[in-house]
Each structure stands twice: as C-alpha cells, then as structure tokens.
C-alpha cells in the first residue's frame, strides 16, 4: 500500500488552512496538486534551459527540443503506446476531441452516418460531436446509464448496427465513477470496423491504462489532473489513422514544405502541432509522470478503491443521503456524487468550505446527465493518492452536520 502521509509532504499546499481549518483537498476529479518536483521541473526548465524547440542549432534549444521529446517518449511508455510518434501534445483533453472531430470526422463521415455516445459524457465529449453532426448531417446515439450509474451493456449490439462510424465514450465517469466495460466495446467495434475513442481524462490519472491492452484507436487525457501543470492534453491515436488525418491547427512546425501557393505536412507526430507549443508545461508533465510511475498505478488504484469504499460505506449509514453510481468499488473510481435531502449542492459545498473541505457542487460538465439522474446538481468528493482515511471521515463527519444545520433551519 502507498505512504500517503508521507507523499503529502512533496504536496506543501495541503498543509494549507483554510477558514482556520486544515484543507481537505477532494475536488481532485475537477484539477489535482502538484507535487514541488512538478513545480521544481517548471523553475528549472526556465532557470536552465529555455529555449524554442526545433528550430534552433544552439545548445538552449537543442537541451529544451531533447526535454520536451523526452516527455512524448515517456508519455507513450506510460500509456503503453508502441511509439512516442503516436502521442500528439494538445492543451487538454477537450482540444484533443476537437482534433479528432475536425481531422477525422470532418474527412471520414458523411451524411446519415451515425456516432456512438454514452448518456454520462462530459460536455467535452459531446459538444464536439454535436457541432460535426449539424455541420455534416450526423446522428448521435446514446448508450443509457441504468439505475445504479452503469451503461446499458445489453443495449450496445443494437446501437452498433446502422449507420455507426465512431464510438466515442469515458472509460471513468466523473459524475458517477463508473469504470465502464470499454474494452468489451472496443471489441464489439472492431468487429464491425467501427473506431473507439476512449475519453481517460478520469481513468488515466487513477488507474493503469494501456493502449495496446485496450486496443482503442484513439486516447484523450489532461496532464493537470494527474499531477501536472493545465495546458498540457495528450492525443493517443494508432499511426495509420494519423498519417491520413489531416492537420487541425495550421501554421508554424506542422509543415514540410511551403510555397506561396500551397504547403506539405511535417511528419507525426508534429503535423498536429502547431506552433511553438507549451514547452515548459510539457517538461513538467514529465515530472508527473515520473511521480505516478514512482508510487505506482496499480498502487494508486488499490489506495482510492480502499478510500472510497470506506466513503460509501459511512455515507450508506447516514439517513437522508442518495449517493449516485456503483456502490461497488471495484466498477468504480475514486468520484463520489451525492445530495443530502433538499439541500441545495452549492449550500453545502458552501457549509463544506467553512469546514476547509474543497468539494465540487454543480452538473459537473454532465448537463444530459443531471437530467438523466433527475437532479439539476450533485456535490461530488473526488479522491487522489496524497487523500487519507481520516479525511474521508472528515468528509461524513462534516456531512452529518451539514444536515443536523439544515434539518434545524427547515424546522424554524
Ligand atoms: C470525463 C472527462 N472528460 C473530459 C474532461 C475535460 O477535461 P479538460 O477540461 O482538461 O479538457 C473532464 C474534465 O473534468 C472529464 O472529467
């Protein structure tokens, strides 16, 4: 089992107070801390060695281009993927959905063709989709989410027939938790021929992923919620898809030759990034990664498994609770949705903050879903590795009297 205390000192912001109250920090599902060496990793690459990439023939820039490759190779090695070529660094896992909707769909998809959702997408995994399909007379469909927060398996062979040319789902839903069955349907997919995406923006950070393993043709994640600093996304994608995609952002670096009237693409994986990108971000996601890979994925995953049913356990005995998703922490991550009675989520994330406990209250990002669940917003405690037992307890302990407040008040 990991040391969370001890990973909580390279944390310096959770010995924070806040209200007077030392922080529990579980709004990890929204954005993560970062450990000094991810902030160490920043200071030096600016200290030491900054520089643009790629262009230059001088030591700073040939130091910062080795530092920034060296974070694609450790990114692929990390997820598993054949070749560093593969991994295209975006902003966040938003922008590399968009890439795929422009470069792929836009060339791929046709009139009447149909695109396979899941009812528990993040809005990044669906206004994209929505966009192509008015632009180009597109169908989306939808695998339902069933009573207790999982996909309607038993659905899926029907929605794969007709017209479906991509399926585009979360492998961990940050409203529910759920870890979705995506390698069953990337097998069903392929079948037919149909290429998955996998959104791992809240799977990739908890738990071990693996590209070949799960054989999904493209993988979307954000460095920020795994350590690193924001502006850094990863694209995943198998070559051959990437060679006949055609670029997203033009301009600087993606080409290979220009001429006035017309120009060639650089090969992968830089066709696909324009511009002098976020170097320094970049190199300080490496540091993440070393961080993760340091403690251990699988380590990660039992630690949260451990948190967060020890959560649903006390939250079950508190009456007038309704927890949303899997009650069984092994089909689920470390997010936790909750309402407590008619108490508004943002009065207790409010009633929650005086306590020093950062939640989330809101849709989430999950609009469909919210309507889906009946509810226009939940609170949701999210864990991550530096997380402990005692905080979890925290959490309830300040739930309980969270409602004790609110049964008072409504009684007045
Ligand atoms: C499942 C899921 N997909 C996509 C995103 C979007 O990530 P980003 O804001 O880093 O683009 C999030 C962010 O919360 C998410 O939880």
Redesign the pocket.
Known sequence: MLDAKKIREDFPILKRRVNDKPLVYLDN???SQKPLQVVQALADYYTLHNANIHRGIHALSEESTALYEGVREKTARFIGAPKPTMVIFT???????NLVSHSWGLKHLRQGDEILLTEM??H??LVPWQILAQRKGLRLKFIPVVTDGRLDMGAVPGLLEGRTKLVSL?L???VLGTINPVKEIIQMAHAKGIPVLV?G??AVPHMPVNVVDLNCDFL?F?S??MLGP?GV?VLYAKEAILEEMDPFLSGGDMIKDVWLDHSTWNDLPWKFEAGTPNIADVIAFGAAIDYLKGIGMPEIRAHEAELTRTTLEKLRQVEGITVYGPMDPAVRGGAVSFNVQDLHPHDLGQILDDAGIAIRAGH??CKPLMRKLGVVATARASFYLYNTLEEADLLVAALRKAKEIFSVVSRR
Request: charged share 15%; glycine share 4%; with cysteine.
């Open positions: 599902a929204a954005t902003r966040n896992t938003t922008e590399s959905i997408e993040h990044s995994n979360t961990m839903s940050n959104d923006a809240q979307a954000s920020h919620k924001t996304g989430h990002c």
